[in-house]
């Protein structure tokens, strides 16, 4: 089975790091790319939208830029791959936001780290993860 294949839009190298090493062991995704800032990603994102990548988990706050900045190009692109958030503020409203801007999951770094390895691993088995109001 080919592996879900995963861009990491992260500024902390040692979180980046540590999650490429856990997604790629336990959850079947390949990490195609990463970088730390909005302009890389919306670079990255613009290159090939339809190829490039089957999910995109992003952080809130970047080295420059934000996620939220990242959300909206990509929306603006059309693109069709998933798109999740992993932060550290991941409160009621940045949640609200990040979903109107097309992300389908927020998850807190803190907290919810489990929730999103069994999310991809469930996206990499091919089954459609519960959505955000049930798993909240």
Do not use: H
């Amino acid at each position: 089975m080919p592996a879900l294949r995963a861009f990491i839009v992260e500024d902390s190298p040692v979180i980046l790091e540590n999650l490429v090493a856990t997604l790629e062991e336990l959850a079947q995704v390949e990490v195609v790319g990463s970088v730390a800032d909005e302009a890389g990603a919306v670079r990255w994102m613009s290159r090939d939208p339809d190829a490039s990548a089957d999910l995109f988990i992003v952080d809130i706050f970047l080295r420059s830029g934000t996620g939220l900045g990242v959300l909206q190009a990509a929306q603006k692109l059309g693109l069709r791959a998933r798109r999740v958030v992993l932060t550290n503020y991941a409160t009621d409203e940045m949640r609200r936001r990040c979903v109107s801007l097309g992300a389908e999951r927020v998850f807190d770094k803190s907290r919810e780290l489990d929730d999103l390895i069994a999310y991809c691993a469930e996206l990499a088995e091919g089954t459609d993860p519960r959505p955000a109001a049930a798993a909240s």
